[in-house]
Structures are given as structure tokens and as C-alpha cells.
């Protein structure tokens, strides 16, 4: 091996060094964060912590901006006011690309409807984070990590060549959590993973979320509408209302509060019928 | 610093044996698979003095595993969860699809787009036989024609049209005129220009020049337009209440455009002379009046009439092909911008052909 291509490496890995997870208690930190359009304001004085390697869900009614947070978290949307930190590092006061483009392979983001493009196979797709971070990776080691990722998620065997198009609902979901898993992040951003997905599908990828954290040690941010999912896989749960997060907490513990629609949220009839399939779960295992 | 992957090759007794040490992670593995694969063969992998694993890091190792038939010692619980969920074969997950032969590829090609072509000239002949079974059953049932839905594609399709097809054929009258009295000033016959624009205009290039336009106007809105809906499920919807998509979509759509092109096509060829008018006073210094009366003399009525022969049957077209693309549309978005391209080609391709027919039709009954 050349001396450039060993220095360019040893670059690499001194770049990699910028930020490490495991050093962090608090994977996120969010402070007074304010966004609005226009005069509609969606968030205002919003403060949230996300502990390192817990599941943390966050839930709120429609139109609470549970994904205009995670949109700004993940820097799609810039903050009128407010502070986030994301293992220690404020993505807008990040001047040097470099150390934004750090940042960024620690997270992977699965968006609601997948957002595969649409013109790359599921395999390419999964491929596309690691050739931009990773230029030097040889081909087979590329196609052997977009096997395996396939396989992780659970995907069958003949989805690697397929074109997002040929897929169902369930198997873009499924497409779109392997690519955000391709750098191996230590944080993972879900939208609305089981939304769409039929009760089976649901479970089972609820399932398969809670697997692939305990497996690979990650911190996941989950929006969600589904009930089920909070408790079969969320550590935590923050509930968005009145524009800012009024409660974090197990959801023994939000039971426990006062608040009118955290109530209404958890023991309306869905909610009621979520909780009591959970207890009888529990009692069997 | 934290130490990036590596590590060392011992080549004891009871086989060699390969230790890694440091960070057995995607970001610092640096040349470790190329090495790895250079070695011989692998008896054990210690995983003790590694710093982190991760998936990729797990590979690596899964990879050497299956290939040496190498045991693995010193796994930490956490490696030892990664390695677990990695174990089973993976060798049956497809990455690429079947790679052919550049020559069968190619000759595949030509014959999927030769019987697409086919199949698509198919499926408008169908779609027009459709359409015209809805009508016939729309008339028999004494059902009214949408005629709301007709007035407002008669705006978007004609009203809304008008400004760009008159300045167009203005101009393109002034360029035949043009174009035509250089040629003809050599035989010093340039008051021919004359003739040379009126009949050009009203037999042929008025009603071709808006069939173009408005298939890039229109039917290609048509195409989009009910593209979208398929997306949306609108139309799948409309057949759900009973409400006919032939019947509330496809025909008044076509019939605003049937009835638009003939007028369209008058109003072209008029500004195209008046645009060769205009050029034919400034230019050759002949005079309206004069320009008008000449007209009058040598343009035979059965231009006028071949005109409105062809106006509706390319209208018929434009809208057909519009609409047909537009219900072709399945599963994405892609698909509408494609079919939308392909709505306003075939359009123009056939508008162009059925013209040659035309032209050759007309001669032969001694329109000349």
C-alpha cells in the first residue's frame, strides 16, 4: 500500500475521532428550542434529552410537530431559536463541513414513506451512505454489507436487485431502515415506522427494532401514532403538546400525571386495549 | 487516538491464529479485509483485545470464519450478539441482477422497444374503441354530455392557447414569406409569395404548427392531469360510486379538443397571413389590399375544407393519446413524467403521419 493512500487514511481516522458516542450520557440535548412558520408557531421553549442507548418515543396529536423536531434535530430544518446538541456538537454552529459530515454518519434517518431512490436497487440504496463515506471500500465488501444488511432487517433474499417500485409497503420500510442502518450509526432517527403496515407487519417490526438496538447498542428517536409500538419497544416516552414536551418519562410514569390528553392518550379505548395485550404478554413470557 | 483496526499473524503449532486489536468498526478498518484475504489459512480469531465491533467489523470476522473454518475466542458478550445475529448464511441474499452479454442486452432492447411501440399503437386503437363504445352507451342511455367539464378544458385547451399559437403563426407566416421572396425574387416572380403563404398556411403548416402546440400545451396536461389521478386513486374511486372515468375524464377532454382544433387551426392559419401580409407590404411593397384580392383569387375553397377535414380527426388524436398515457400510469410518480413525455411524442409522431396520408389522399381526389 502507498504512503498517500496510508496517510489519507490515518486522515480518516483522526477526522472519526471528532465525535464518540460512548463518551455521551445524552445522546441529544435539546434547549428552548423555538420553530415557527410564518406566524404559526409549532415549537416554543422546547427542552428534551435523549439518554444515550435508550428507545426513546415520542408521541403527540397530529400537527404537534413531532416530525418538524426530529427535521430539525437532523438539521432539514433550521431553528428560529434554541440550542440542539447532538453528541456535544450544535449542527448550526458547525462551520467545517468536515465535521458536520462526522456527525452525520453517526445518525441514520428512515423517513415515513422510505424515501428510497427510486431510481437505485434496495442493495444500491443501502450503498449509497457507504460509498460517500467510504470511497475506498472494494466492491465485494460493499455488495457482502448490503447482503447482510438485507438479511438483518429481515428482508427476503431476492429484495437486494429489486427497484423500490416492486416493493410493498412493509418491504420499503423494511429497504429504508437498512439503508439507515449502513454506516452502523449510534443513532437512529425513526418517522412513523409502522404506520401503513398491517397489525402483523407492525409487530414484527417492532420486533425487529428492538432486536437491532439491543443487538448494535443504539440510541433510537421514534415518532410514532401506534400504541402498540410504544409499548413493545420504547424505553421512554416524550409526549408532545402545547407546543413544547410536557412530559418524559416510562409509561407507568406518564400514567401516573395529571395532564388531560396524556389521559385521554393512554386510556382512551386504543389505548387501554394497547396496554392490557402488553400485560397479558408480560404475564406469559 | 484511538488505535484503528489491525492485527497480528501468528503461525503457532496447532495452526495460525489472528489477533485483532483496536476498533473493529467500519470507520478504522482502513486495509484490514485486503490483508486479512492475503493470509493463509486461519485456525483461530481472538477477539480479546479488541477495543469495538460493529456490524462491519463482525463481517469481517464472520467472513474469515466461514472461509478458513477459523473458531473465534475472546468474544465479548457484545461481540458475541453481533456475531450470533450475523451467523446464518447469507450467501443466497442477491445483490445484482443476472449479468448478460452487452450484444443480448442490446438485441433485448430493440425488441422490447420495438413490441413496446407496438403495443402502445395497440392501446390507443383500443382506447379509441373504448371511448367510442362509452359514447355510444352515454348517448343510449340519453345521459348528457359533461358539457361543464367540456367548457372549461375549451378554456385551458383553446381560450388560454390563443396568444402563443397567433404569435407563432404570425411569426412563422413572415418567415415563409420571407424565406419564400428571396428565392422567388431571382425569377423576379416574388408577388408568388403570395400564394406561397396563403396556401401553405391554410392547407398545411396553420393546422400543423397548432396540432404541435397543442399537443405540447394539452396533451401532455392530459397525460399529467390523469396521471395524477390514477396516483391518487381518484379514478379507481370514481369506479367504486359508478361514475364512468371514460364518461366524466377521458371524454370531455377529448371532445374540447376535438372541437378546439378546427377552430384553432382557422385562427392559426389566419395570423400566418397576416404575419406574410405584414412582411409582403413591408418587404415587397405590395399592399393589403392588393395582398387580400390576390388571396381571394388564388386560394381554392377546398383548402379551406381539407383544413377542416383534418382539424378534428388530429384533435381526436391529441386527445386520445393524452388520455391513454395518462391511464397507463401505474405504482409511482416517475411513471407520470414518462408517460406524459411519451403522450405529447406519439402525439406529434402520429399527427405527422396521418398528415403525410392526408396530403397524399387529398392529391389523389385532385384537391390541388
Avoid at chain 1, 433474499?157 to 439503508?179: C, F, H, I, Q, T
Avoid at chain 2, 399537443?215 to 396536461?221: Q, T
Wanted: glycine residues 10%; proline residues 4%.
Amino acid at each position: 500500500m502507498s504512503d498517500e493512500v496510508q496517510a489519507e487514511i490515518r486522515e480518516e481516522l483522526a477526522a472519526a475521532e471528532a465525535v464518540r458516542p460512548e463518551t455521551f450520557e445524552f445522546a441529544i440535548r435539546i434547549r428552548g428550542l423555538r420553530n415557527q412558520f410564518g406566524d404559526a408557531v409549532i415549537h416554543d421553549n422546547l427542552d428534551l434529552d435523549v439518554r444515550s442507548g435508550e428507545i426513546l418515543g415520542v408521541v403527540g396529536g397530529s400537527g404537534t410537530g413531532k416530525s418538524v423536531l426530529l427535521r430539525s434535530i437532523v438539521g432539514l430544518q433550521i431553528p428560529a431559536e434554541g440550542e440542539i446538541e447532538v453528541y456535544g456538537k450544535t449542527l448550526d454552529t458547525i462551520a467545517d463541513e468536515e465535521e458536520s459530515r462526522d456527525l452525520r454518519r453517526r445518525w441514520g434517518v428512515m423517513f415515513q414513506g422510505g424515501a428510497l431512490f427510486s431510481t437505485l436497487s434496495v442493495a444500491e440504496n443501502i450503498q449509497v451512505p457507504l460509498r460517500e463515506y467510504y470511497p475506498r471500500l472494494d466492491q465485494k465488501l460493499l455488495d457482502e454489507i448490503a447482503a447482510y444488511k438485507v438479511a438483518m432487517v429481515g428482508l427476503p433474499p431476492d429484495a437486494g436487485p429489486k427497484y423500490p417500485a416492486e416493493l410493498s409497503g412493509g418491504m420499503v420500510k423494511r429497504a429504508g431502515l437498512a439503508r439507515a442502518l449502513a454506516l452502523d450509526p449510534a443513532l437512529l432517527f425513526l418517522d412513523e415506522p409502522t404506520a401503513g403496515l398491517d397489525p402483523i407487519g407492525a409487530a414484527k417490526f417492532d420486533e425487529l427494532i428492538r432486536g437491532l438496538a439491543d443487538t448494535m447498542g443504539l440510541t433510537v428517536f421514534l415518532i410514532t401514532h401506534d400504541l402498540d409500538t410504544l409499548y413493545a419497544t420504547c424505553d421512554r416516552v416524550a409526549v408532545l403538546a402545547e407546543k413544547r414536551v410536557i412530559a418524559v418519562g416510562t409509561i407507568p410514569e406518564l400514567l401516573a400525571t395529571e395532564h388531560p390528553w396524556i389521559q385521554e392518550y393512554f386510556n382512551g379505548p386504543r389505548g387501554r386495549a394497547a396496554s392490557s395485550c402488553n400485560q397479558t404478554q408480560d404475564r406469559k413470557s | 487516538m484511538v488505535a484503528r483496526a489491525d492485527f497480528e499473524y501468528d503461525d503457532g503449532a496447532d495452526g495460525a491464529a489472528v489477533r485483532f486489536t483496536g476498533r473493529l468498526t467500519l470507520a478504522r478498518l482502513g486495509d484490514v479485509p485486503a490483508r486479512l484475504d492475503e493470509l493463509g489459512p486461519i485456525a483461530t480469531i481472538d477477539l480479546s483485545a479488541i477495543e469495538r465491533i460493529d456490524t462491519v467489523g463482525a463481517w469481517i470476522v464472520t467472513r474469515t470464519v466461514n472461509e478458513h473454518g477459523a473458531k473465534v475466542i475472546g468474544a465479548s458478550p457484545e461481540a458475541h450478539r453481533l456475531l450470533e445475529a450475523l451467523r446464518e448464511d447469507k450467501s443466497e441474499y442477491a445483490v445484482h441482477r443476472d449479468r448478460r452479454s452487452p450484444i443480448e442486452r442490446m438485441l433485448e432492447q430493440v425488441g422490447t422497444a420495438t413490441l413496446a411501440i407496438w403495443h402502445e399503437l395497440l392501446g390507443i386503437v383500443g382506447f379509441f374503441g373504448a371511448m367510442i363504445i362509452a359514447l355510444g352507451i352515454q348517448i343510449r342511455a340519453r345521459r348528457r354530455l359533461r358539457w361543464n367539464a367540456v367548457v372549461t378544458r375549451f378554456q385551458a385547451v383553446g381560450v388560454d392557447a390563443l396568444p402563443i399559437i397567433g404569435l407563432m403563426s404570425f411569426l412563422i407566416g413572415i418567415v415563409i414569406a420571407q424565406q419564400g421572396a428571396v428565392q422567388l425574387e431571382q425569377f423576379g416572380l416574388e408577388v408568388f409569395t403570395i400564394n406561397l403563404v396563403g396556401r401553405a398556411s391554410l392547407r398545411e403548416l396553420g393546422l400543423l404548427m397548432t396540432a404541435i402546440m397543442v399537443a405540447g400545451r394539452s396533451g401532455s396536461a392530459f397525460a399529467a392531469q390523469i396521471g395524477t389521478m390514477k396516483l391518487t386513486e381518484e379514478v379507481d374511486a370514481m369506479r367504486t360510486i359508478g361514475v364512468s372515468p371514460m364518461e366524466a375524464i377521458v371524454l370531455p377532454r377529448v371532445a374540447a379538443s376535438t372541437i378546439t382544433m378546427p377552430l384553432l387551426g382557422f385562427y392559426a392559419s389566419i395570423c400566418a397571413i397576416i404575419g406574410g401580409g405584414v412582411f409582403c407590404w413591408v418587404g415587397l411593397e405590395i399592399p393589403p389590399l392588393t395582398y387580400v384580392q390576390r388571396l381571394r383569387e388564388i386560394i381554392p375553397m377546398h383548402d379551406f375544407y381539407i383544413m377542416l377535414i383534418k382539424a378534428p380527426v388530429f384533435g381526436i388524436l391529441i386527445g386520445v393519446t393524452g388520455c391513454y398515457e395518462g391511464m397507463q400510469v401505474r405504482q409511482n410518480a416517475e411513471e407520470v413524467g414518462r408517460r406524459t413525455t411519451s403522450a405529447v411524442v406519439a402525439a406529434i409522431f402520429l399527427v405527422i403521419v396521418l398528415d403525410a396520408f392526408f396530403a397524399v389522399f387529398f392529391s389523389s381526389l385532385g384537391w390541388n
